[in-house]
């Protein structure tokens, strides 16, 4: 099966940062995107910023110039590099994979992590 393992949240100060990575592992035939998203207390879950094997990220725009996401597509790790916090930015943050796990899966699937908590103090 697949797993995904993220890392790296904490509680910073406000004008901090924080670095987020999560890992893939498990059966993975084709991967179609990573990213990330986030829940804050009593809110939905939102996309921060997601990147597709090969092209262009796509970010919230509440975080568009201070977080960063990257990929590493032999390991299937992202890393998402978090800028200038603000309490805002407090929620727990998701890890998402859509990929096929077996090249007889026709469809790609949603896998998410267990999270992490990004707290920012003010």
């Known amino acids: 099966q697949v797993q995904l393992v993220e890392s790296g949240g904490g509680l910073v100060q406000s004008g901090g940062s924080l670095t987020l990575s999560c890992a893939a592992s498990?059966?993975?035939?084709?991967?179609?995107?990573m990213g990330w998203y986030r829940q804050a207390p009593g809110k939905q879950r939102e996309l921060v910023a997601t990147i597709p094997p090969f092209g262009d990220a796509n970010y919230a725009d509440s975080v568009k110039g201070r977080f960063t996401i990257s990929k590493d597509n032999a390991k299937y790790t992202i890393t998402l590099q978090m800028n200038d916090l603000k309490p805002v930015d407090t929620a727990v943050y998701y890890c998402?994979?859509?990929?096929?796990?077996?090249?007889?899966?026709?469809?790609?699937?949603?896998?998410w992590g267990p999270g992490t908590q990004v707290t920012v103090s003010s």
């Open positions: 998402k994979a859509e990929l096929r796990p077996f090249h007889y899966e026709p469809y790609y699937q949603t896998y």
């Open positions: 498990g059966s993975i035939f084709s991967m179609a995107s």
